[in-house]
């Protein structure tokens, strides 16, 4: 894919947004147009985000869906500190980490049963409505619930993924009506997803207690060999947490904290800011500077980011500036440093933000994980279960082993960023470990070097998606960058490989500014990506 599907102009705005207080970004167009609706019908940026997720859920089962966990961080109006909500899952109590050693295992198996976490989706749905919303659960996914049963036209991005994963899934109770006569369904293609509105249904009606102990819950303990139990369903994954922070570009930055890799971006901005870095994009040094600034912490991050009650240090020990400092003062301003490297997480997510006309605003991410997760579905449900287990290891006394009742580490990273009680940016994407790269890139162009909501997603990215074990910096870049400017970070001794000029895996990046223009952004790498507004 050497050029995005659509004009990348066309997906970034839908014109000028000033005047409008309602905005939904999403990496859909029928999420967002069902985001839309539920605003207009006087719904809160929290309906609206329910809304949103539940259709991408439908629409988009490669990414997110109620089988996996959820992240979010609330503005509301006037408050000085956003809420933050982790609905990730614990680890089941049927299987432990010694069991798994003993059976030969030295890590957590990829895609297995045992790979499978509680899913934290539907505590996460709950909480955010008892807290926050104007409308029902059951309103909220009344949208999901028509589409599913109604049916959609499927995407060139779902098309593909059900290619890749025919041998992984095609199999499941859960993937008949996505592969119609045994082969994957093809872009264009209307499918209806009855087994998943059922679900939806009876989540409606039910709440929690319809889906975890009803028939997906007994559907989870079979898929995971009784690694999950009933019991371990019973308990409330959802928790409202303090979230993690730092003072960057005259703004506050927000993100979640230990058991997530959101640290990271903030921590890697931080570095930036304090290395006097250029103002000009165009400048070497800027991109050299962002570069070492991220690699001097994503090496550490299987060290410290852990479940938050056997992590090593606290989120603000990770984010205090006298450690980053350190940090920042080893960077050398002409060469790449020989920093090690972290191990390469692959992620399959959906990063959603809505507004709302009173000023709420809600950065908010849902995630399978590997795609589809596991590969594994909860029987004839729809519903595709994650493999976030994965993010455990099998180390013997590590913060980070795999422990009954724990919380793996997660790579979900949403951003919300304040100026006193004022909501400046709404900001996060999907990404695997790439997240903090994508984000830290975006966050640099629109804040140090003053790059508007759309440019900042025009401008070409670089990723370490497969870095060189130990050491080296080893970079893919979106081959629109400025032949100089490649040329410059070779010299100082970055080795770099062409992707795609538009590659679709690195984003979607979802934004609302509403500090400056007021103004929803979705990313050109992906043809659905869709920025509406009421």
């Known amino acids: 894919m050497s050029r995005p599907v659509r004009d990348p102009a066309a997906l970034l705005s839908t014109g000028p947004q000033s005047q409008h207080t309602g905005i939904v970004v999403s990496p859909h167009v029928r999420a967002s147009q069902a985001g839309i609706s539920i605003l207009e019908r006087g719904g809160n940026a929290i309906d609206a985000a329910i809304a949103v997720d539940a259709v991408l859920s439908v629409v988009a089962p490669d990414t997110c869906g109620p089988g996996g966990d959820l992240f979010a961080l609330i503005h509301e109006p006037g408050s000085l500190v956003p809420t933050a909500l982790n609905a990730s899952g614990r680890a089941g109590s049927g299987i432990s980490a010694d069991e798994l050693r003993d ?20 505590d996460g749905w709950e909480s955010l409505v008892d807290r926050y919303a104007k409308f029902s659960l059951a309103e909220c996914l009344a949208p999901a619930i028509s589409i599913a049963r109604e049916g959609f036209n499927v ?19 859960s993937s008949r009506s996505m592969y119609p ?18 679900t939806l249904e009876a989540i409606a009606s039910g709440g929690r207690e319809a889906f975890y102990c009803g028939n997906v819950g007994t559907e989870i303990t079979t898929a995971t060999q009784g690694a999950v139990t009933p019991d371990d369903l019973e308990v409330a994954q959802a928790e409202w947490v303090s979230p993690a922070s730092i003072d960057i570009f005259d703004t506050t930055a927000w993100t979640i904290g230990a058991n997530t890799q959101g640290y990271l971006t903030l921590a890697t901005l931080w570095i930036f800011e304090h290395l006097d870095p250029p103002k000009d994009a165009n400048d070497p040094l ?3 500077l962002l570069i070492e600034a991220y690699r001097s912490v994503a090496w550490e991050r299987g060290i410290y980011v852990s479940e938050p009650a056997t992590a090593p240090v606290t989120n603000d020990e990770l984010l205090n500036v006298d450690r980053l400092s350190v940090r920042a003062a080893s960077i050398d301003r002409s060469r790449a440093t020989r920093w090690p490297m972290p191990v390469s997480a692959p992620g399959g997510t959906a990063y959603l933000t809505a507004r709302d006309g009173s000023g709420m605003g809600v950065s908010f991410i849902q995630s399978n994980f590997a795609g589809i997760g596991s590969g594994l579905s909860a029987g004839e449900t729809g ?20 422990t009954p009742g724990n919380r793996p580490l997660h790579t979900l990273s949403p951003t919300l960023w304040t100026k006193g009680t004022g909501l400046e940016l709404l900001l996060g994407t999907r990404g695997g470990d790439q997240q903090p790269q994508f984000l830290a890139q975006y966050a640099a162009h629109h804040f140090h070097a003053g790059a508007c909501t759309d440019d900042s997603q025009m401008e070409p990215r670089w990723n370490m998606e497969q870095p060189r074990p130990g050491t080296d910096s080893a970079l893919r870049i979106e081959p629109r960058f400025n032949p100089k400017t490649r040329a410059a970070l070779e010299s100082m001794g970055h080795d770099i490989e062409d992707a795609a000029a538009w590659e679709p895996g690195w984003g979607p990046i979802s934004a609302i500014d509403v500090g400056g223009e007021m103004k929803g952004s979705a990313d050109p790498r992906i043809s659905t990506s869709a920025a509406l507004h009421t």
């Open 181 to 198: 006569a045994g082969e994957p369904a093809r872009v264009g293609t209307q499918i209806a997803r009855t087994d998943l509105a059922d």
């Open 383 to 402: 519903v595709f279960l994650h493999n976030r287990g994965a993010g455990f290891n099998l180390i013997p006394g590590h913060p980070n082993e795999y």
């Open 286 to 288: 800027f991109h050299h």
């Open 103 to 122: 059976a030969g295992y030295g890590e957590i198996p990829y895609r297995s049963p045992w790979s499978i976490t509680v899913p934290g989706c539907v």
């Open 155 to 173: 995407s060139l991005e779902l098309a593909s993924s059900l290619d890749v994963l025919t041998d992984l899934i095609a199999e499941q109770g």
